[in-house]
């Protein structure tokens, strides 16, 4: 019956009929489609659960009107879900990825893995995109039958954005794509550029709401200054924080509505019919519109330089780097501080040369509290 549920999709959609399967396999679920069963399996980990208090820009004490690495993952969903259903592709599948494309993000955001990648220098190194494909294929622990989560390759597959070719041969069937130079599903390639929609906008208005960035600055950028013009033109009366979010949306819309036209303009001219035609091309097939893709390059260099490079922002890399090398020094002298169950299940890796990239996945699913409270607990102790 599930399989009735995909038949309004369209042809180059991806149905879990053509899916690869799972790494172990399981009974066939009876009520909903294999996507479907991978979204709730995400929703239901515990990495997903601990994105609420990793941080996004703002640390979590920053305070409670900032998004965190789970509101901007729900906003992605949201995104990528009607711009796939506009596409007619697969919802379940495009909401499966989104949830899951930041589940490798370490404590205290880009900071904290580029710490830990220096601590893992000389081990395999750090990179947040890969380590979500091994929190959901190795580091979940809550099966009976299965270490991971079990998901469908085409899930597997689109949670794993960029990769080197060294990188990938390691990864087998999932890191083939890279090698082979071939595309990931249009489902992936949305999820991807929703992924950026999502946060170029929403870092917007945390920047401006924490006094980071300012209306005078945003106006410099075409794209944000046209559309604050429409919304003036229609409110012009209107002040404060509702000038900045009516532009957001409409800047969301403009992205979404080029984002769709342009791409359903590709699958014409690319001659796409099903879904090996967009493993097979030669380029993405979803993006935007040149003109729209120079705007939206214009806001990305914009938020680069006057938010993520903020003096205040940037502290946060000072306080990350004193909390995650400490950690993982701390570990790598005395592994008994890390708690006995997580060594237990973790025992083989141990004991056959792999103890740093047990600390290191230790480290990377600690939420930024508890990071904190981990170096507060170890280093008072000692002093
Ligand atoms: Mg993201």
Known sequence: MHNNIENNLASYALKSKDSKGR???EEIPKLRTE???DRERIIHSTAFRRLEYKTQVFVNHEGDMYRTRLTHTIEVAQISRAASRALMLNEDLTEAISLAHDLGHTPFGHAGQDILNKCMKDFGGFEHNIQSLRVIEKLENK???FSGLNLCFETREGILKKCSKTRAKDLGEVG???IDKKQSSLEAQLTNVCDEIAYNNHDIQDGVKAKKIFIEQLETLPIFFNQMK???KKYPKLSGSK???ETVRLIINLLINDLIRNSNE???NKKIINSDDVRNCDSLVIGFSDEIKMLNMELKRFLYSNLYKH???IKMTDQANLVIENLFSAYMNDIKLIPNDYIQYNLLKINSGFKERVICDYIAGMTDRFAQLEYTKIFNERS
Do not use: M, T
């Open 23 to 25: 790494e172990y396999k």
């Open 35 to 37: 996507f479907q069963r």
């Open 143 to 145: 099966y009976a039958s």
């Open 176 to 178: 083939r794509r890279f």
């Open 230 to 232: 429409i919304v003036l």
């Open 243 to 245: 000038i900045i979010n």
């Open 266 to 268: 590709n699958i014409i």
């Open 311 to 313: 003096p205040d922002v």
